[in-house]
């Protein structure tokens, strides 16, 4: 059934939906499983050899190498998240199989899967992935680059050493700093639905199966019956949301392509995170409980949004039944049960959860401070932080602490390290390592003050020339300083020969229209004319060179205000997309 027939009956039935008895509260797993769980699906780097031909390094990055050996060459399915760690894994797997890179495929676009492509890229290597993956990994790693990079780092723990968080999960720690070097390399060859990729006898069937991401594919080796499902299935339960911000991921389709996979009668499930299942059995069974976890909480959102109960009891409430909860494979090790209700729950039906008082909320901070005075005012509820602490409340102690601190009430204490020791004390109670390295991050960062920035990512002339102008510009728009140009109607033109291409950016009260063409009515004539390659202006945007440079080159010429253009410019703030380092003579 597709999706939209699926929304058409949760309407109807929906009408008549009875109420829904809530559960107990669920109990997330213990800390205890974490240790165990980072030793035995993730442990010490090693290749494996799966079947005959194809080989997997396991715990060398938080994505396994999968490598299929041919006599034209090795095709390399997901290429890790840096160069210099895949460098190690592919020396490792080219001991076991040697030969050249005929091909490399990318089950989606995730930096974890494409991060260190470079080091497996010779002069023939073709790169394979489906036509959504340029799309979604320019979107995804563009716009909020700024929000991802900080959530991110706390997600995977970036300072927080491997005695508190062995593993991320899915893998190895990773490791942020390196993923800055990219190694990603755009692909040369894409499709849609099914292709049949053959090289030196051997024929990979690769298939589009959104999942985690709506340019997933999963590898059918019929040959050997081996099907690489990238990340739509590994050893924990699916990140249907993951708190380092993106989209929520398409559930029904998840469904979906699991579904597709159980169709192959695959003997070995050969994931892209985690170590394989073997056995025919095993791997139905591992597909089907998985994508009945999926289902069972989509479902049980529908049911209880129907019944009337708000998003926050629905996450409360949801769990997982006891023939499900009790599969290794849906432990909530990675993804989890509460954040993904909240995300379908967002994805379907929006923010608001029909409670009429949400509808014209108090203002934050003067609800906090309201609150705080009901409470007995700050000393009251720092002391009742320290109570909810000593008794192991420290998710209580959290929000009490959070309250007065959004309060901003004139002469309240410091509570960075009240704060820190319950954030500390709450992760070490939790075996989702998410959960935990966000907590653990996050209190580093409460006592250090300001988040440190994770560097400038280091973009190799390839990578740069294949990003979309329309990406830069779109980037550019969301970096305009508003409150400065408030007053402001002005516009520059930027024409790229190269590619017969030209872009109009328009500044008005407090926003940057991108128009791509020649200029909407009413746009006023542009203070200057911007003229360069497309090559050269992605490098100016980027901040890799300045416009003194371009120009004194030739590389770029200006007709109209060159002061016009440099405080049109230095409106928007620097870096990625900004255009900001434009420094003329």
Request: no cysteine; hydrophobic share 45%.
């Given at each position: 059934m597709r999706r939209s027939s699926q929304l058409l009956l949760v309407l109807l039935v929906g009408c008549t939906s009875a109420p829904v008895e809530p559960p107990a509260p669920r109990a997330l797993p213990s800390p205890s499983l974490l240790s165990e769980h980072c030793a035995e699906v993730v442990g010490e780097p090693r290749v494996l050899e799966v079947a005959e031909g194809v080989w997997a390094a396991v715990?060398?990055?938080?994505?396994?190498?999968?490598?299929?050996?041919?006599?034209?060459?090795?095709?390399?399915?997901?290429?890790?998240?840096?160069?210099?760690?895949?460098?190690?894994?592919?020396?490792?797997?080219?001991?076991?199989?040697?030969?050249?890179?005929?091909?490399?495929?990318?089950?989606?676009?995730?930096?974890?899967?494409?991060?260190?492509?470079?080091?497996?890229?010779e002069e023939a290597t073709q790169v394979w992935a489906t036509e959504r993956f340029e799309d979604h990994f320019f979107k995804q790693y563009g716009v909020f680059l700024g929000a991802e990079n900080a959530r991110g780092a706390r997600q995977f723990g970036r300072d927080v050493p491997l005695e508190q968080l062995p593993c991320s999960g899915l893998g190895r720690k990773v490791d942020i700093p390196a993923a800055l070097d990219v190694g990603a390399v755009l692909p040369t060859h894409t499709f849609s639905g099914e292709h049949q990729l053959s090289i030196g006898g051997v024929?990979?069937?690769?298939?589009?199966?959104?999942?985690?991401?709506?340019?997933?594919?999963?590898?059918?080796?019929?040959?050997?019956?081996?099907?690489?499902?990238?990340?739509?299935?590994?050893?924990?339960?699916?990140?249907?949301?993951?708190v380092r911000g993106a989209r929520p991921r398409p559930v029904d389709?998840?469904?979906?392509?699991?579904?597709?996979?159980?169709?192959?009668?695959?003997?070995?499930?050969?994931?892209?995170?985690?170590?394989?299942?073997?056995?025919?059995?095993?791997?139905?069974?591992?597909?089907?409980?998985?994508?009945?976890?999926?289902?069972?909480?989509?479902?049980?959102?529908?049911?209880?949004?129907?019944?009337?109960?708000?998003?926050d009891m629905i996450a409360a409430e949801v769990r997982l039944p006891p023939h499900l909860a009790?599969?290794?494979?849906?432990?909530?090790?990675?993804?989890?049960?509460?954040?993904?209700?909240?995300?379908?729950?967002?994805?379907?039906?929006?923010?608001?959860?029909?409670?009429?008082?949400?509808?014209?909320?108090?203002?934050?901070?003067?609800?906090?401070?309201?609150?705080?005075?009901?409470?007995?005012?700050?000393?009251?509820?720092?002391?009742?932080?320290?109570?909810?602490?000593?008794?192991?409340?420290?998710?209580?102690?959290?929000?009490?602490?959070?309250?007065?601190g959004d309060a901003a009430e004139e002469g309240a204490p410091d509570l960075s390290e009240a704060t820190a020791q319950s954030l500390e004390a709450l992760a070490t109670q939790l075996a989702n390592t998410n959960g935990r390295g966000y907590l653990l991050q996050s209190a580093i960062e409460r006592r250090a003050g300001a988040v440190e920035r994770q560097g400038k990512p280091t973009l190799s002339d390839a990578f740069v020339r294949?990003?979309?102008?329309?990406?830069?510009?779109?980037?550019?728009?969301?970096?305009?300083?508003?409150?400065?140009?408030?007053?402001?109607?002005?516009?520059?033109?930027?024409?790229?020969?190269?590619?017969?291409?030209?872009?109009?950016?328009?500044?008005?009260?407090?926003?940057?229209?991108?128009?791509?063409?020649?200029?909407?009515?009413?746009?006023?004539?542009?203070?200057?004319?911007?003229?360069?390659?497309?090559?050269?202006?992605?490098?100016?945007?980027?901040?890799i060179e300045t416009g003194k440079d371009a120009i004194a080159d030739g590389r770029m010429e200006v007709e109209g205000s060159k002061l016009g253009l440099l405080g049109f410019m230095n409106r928007f703030d620097r870096g990625f997309g900004a255009g900001g380092p434009l420094e003329l003579p």
């Open positions: 715990g060398y990055d938080l994505a396994n190498t999968i490598l299929v050996q041919t006599a034209d060459g090795n095709v390399v399915i997901d290429a890790g998240m840096s160069p210099s760690r895949s460098a190690v894994s592919r020396a490792a797997l080219l001991e076991k199989a040697p030969g050249p890179t005929a091909a490399i495929v990318y089950t989606h676009s995730h930096i974890d899967h494409v991060g260190g492509a470079s080091v497996w890229m024929t990979l069937t690769l298939v589009e199966a959104h999942g985690e991401t709506d340019d997933q594919l999963f590898v059918w080796h019929e040959a050997q019956g081996v099907l690489m499902p990238g990340d739509n299935w590994y050893r924990a339960f699916p990140n249907l949301y993951t389709t998840w469904i979906e392509s699991l579904d597709a996979m159980r169709r192959r009668g695959a003997r070995i499930l050969l994931p892209s995170h985690t170590v394989p299942v073997v056995g025919e059995e095993q791997v139905e069974t591992a597909l089907r409980t998985y994508r009945d976890g999926i289902q069972w909480v989509r479902d049980s959102v529908v049911r209880s949004a129907n019944a009337g109960r708000s998003v009790e599969v290794p494979a849906l432990a909530e090790l990675y993804g989890q049960i509460d954040w993904s209700v909240r995300a379908i729950y967002a994805n379907e039906l929006g923010w608001f959860d029909s409670k009429a008082h949400r509808l014209y909320p108090t203002p934050p901070a003067e609800r906090a401070a309201k609150m705080v005075a009901l409470m007995g005012g700050s000393p009251a509820v720092i002391e009742a932080a320290a109570q909810a602490a000593a008794k192991g409340e420290h998710a209580w102690a959290l929000e009490l602490l959070a309250l007065v294949s990003i979309p102008l329309t990406q830069i510009f779109e980037i550019m728009a969301s970096k305009l300083r508003p409150a400065e140009v408030m007053d402001r109607h002005d516009s520059v033109v930027f024409e790229f020969s190269d590619v017969s291409d030209r872009f109009v950016v328009t500044i008005r009260r407090g926003i940057a229209e991108v128009v791509r063409g020649e200029s909407l009515p009413g746009t006023p004539a542009p203070l200057a004319t911007v003229r360069t390659d497309a090559r050269t202006w992605r490098r100016l945007a980027l901040g």
